[in-house]
């Protein structure tokens, strides 16, 4: 009898951020059980709602916007984007040179797929957006991890970096600010990997979704600023700023020097309008969006949600008996360390499902990221306080008595 089974083009790609524990919890709420879910970078079911400037948009657009777009995005929106890059002084990207897409995630598919061929490396992060990982898999590439170290601040490590380059590297993926760890970098790391990218002739991939969600009074510098002689591909959006991740409204830019990569511009056109467009009501939002930051702000200073979100969740993460957390500085993400000999973790994915079953708290094991060392896990710290009080007292409770048994 003949059988329908996945492609082999799928076989290596790692989307391990699923998984058992999802299915689990999956299962779980089958069964009529409560998760409390902190384990997705999703602010809607936390009580985040977008800015009413936006919604408003949305709503007198909706009529204008029932028909295809240029491939690439409305005028309008893509207008704005580049008034956006100018501000971030991103060099040398007009009208041309943007793309709207379904959210960043259907662009980061595509550009990797307009590049890579077979064999062809690319340096992605560890701990990284894993999505980057299973799109460079997925396009025939290989994926090469560089580690971003933990002892500073989780900043990339230049020199694990240059040592993975070789001859088969096209490109370094960046995302900053970061998921998982949350992490900013400073001048002195972008110009370091900016560096490195000239002296290898690389593309550089800038995954800056986040570039809206910093704290501190710190600010975000956009990896092409520093970069206009090289091409930089440069990715932002409106599902986390905006709180609007369910309108799928992301961009894509491509920065600087496009002189030697005339024939990816043409891979990167023919994809794009192979989709037709992205969602055309999403995309009409951006120019008011990107004029209506104000919101954003005000979530990110003290008063704010996240930020009082985060300062309750870094302590209390610290005071926990064998965790310790570097504190982020962006985004909502946490990346705590477990003292692995202390618990005798082996497996993080069991730790995970172990707390799971026990608390019905959903955190994403670190192996989700990439990490190899099953030391870490990911705390998305959307929910209130309230909330993460709870999930904070659970873990204490739990990892009190956690000694991981061998499977
Ligand atoms: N890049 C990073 C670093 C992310 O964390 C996410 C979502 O969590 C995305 C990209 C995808 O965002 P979207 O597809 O909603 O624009």
């Not at 043409?266 to 009409?284: H, Y």
């Not at 990107?290 to 949600?305: A, C, F, I, S, Y």
Request: hydrophobic share 40%.
């Amino acid at each position: 009898m003949r059988t329908f089974e996945k492609s082999s083009k799928l076989d290596n790609v790692c989307y391990d951020i699923r998984g058992p524990v999802m299915d689990e919890a999956n299962r779980m709420i089958a069964q009529g059980e409560k998760i409390l879910k902190l384990n997705i970078g999703n602010p809607a079911p936390f009580g985040f709602r977008a800015p009413d400037a936006v919604i408003e948009k949305m709503k007198e657009m909706l009529t204008f916007t029932e028909g295809y777009s240029d491939s690439k995005g409305l005028i309008e929106a893509r207008r704005a984007i580049v008034k956006y890059c100018r501000q971030k002084n991103m060099p040398n990207v007009t009208e041309e040179d943007v793309y709207t897409g379904n959210g960043v995630s259907e662009l980061i598919t595509l550009s990797m797929q307009g590049l890579l061929n077979d064999g062809d490396e690319v340096l992605v992060p560890a701990p990284d957006y894993p999505l980057w990982t299973a799109s460079v898999t997925l396009a025939g590439g290989t994926a090469v991890h560089y580690i971003c170290d933990e002892e500073s601040e989780w900043y990339p490590d230049l020199e694990d970096m240059r040592s993975k380059i070789t001859a088969k590297t096209k490109a370094i993926v960046v995302i900053n600010p970061n998921n998982p760890t949350g992490a900013l970098y400073p001048k002195e790391i972008l110009q370091g990997i900016v560096d490195m990218a000239r002296e290898h002739e690389l593309i550089l991939f800038a995954d800056e979704i986040y570039d809206r969600l910093v704290m501190d009074g710190l600010e975000h510098i956009a990896l092409a600023s520093l970069a206009p002689d090289l091409l930089t591909v440069s990715f932002n959006g409106l599902s986390k700023s905006h709180l609007i991740a369910g309108y799928r409204c992301g961009w894509m830019c491509l920065c600087g020097d496009k002189s030697k990569a005339k024939g990816y511009v043409e891979g990167i056109n023919l994809l794009s309008s192979m989709r037709l467009c992205s969602n055309v009501p999403a995309q009409s939002l951006i120019p008011a969006a990107l004029e209506h930051l104000d919101e954003t702000k005000q979530m990110l200073v003290p008063g704010g949600r996240i930020y009082e979100q985060r300062e309750y969740i870094t302590k209390a993460i610290s005071e926990i008996p064998g965790l310790s957390v570097v504190k982020p500085k962006a985004a909502f993400y946490m990346f705590p360390r477990m003292d692995i000999e202390r618990f005798q973790i082996e497996d993080d994915e069991t730790f995970a499902l172990d707390f799971l079953r026990e608390k019905k708290i959903l955190f994403t094991h670190g192996g989700g990221f990439h990490w190899e060392k099953p030391d870490h896990f990911r705390i998305v710290y959307l929910p209130e306080v309230g909330q993460l009080q709870e999930a904070a007292t659970a873990l204490k409770d739990f990892l009190a008595g956690y000694v991981q048994k061998k499977a």
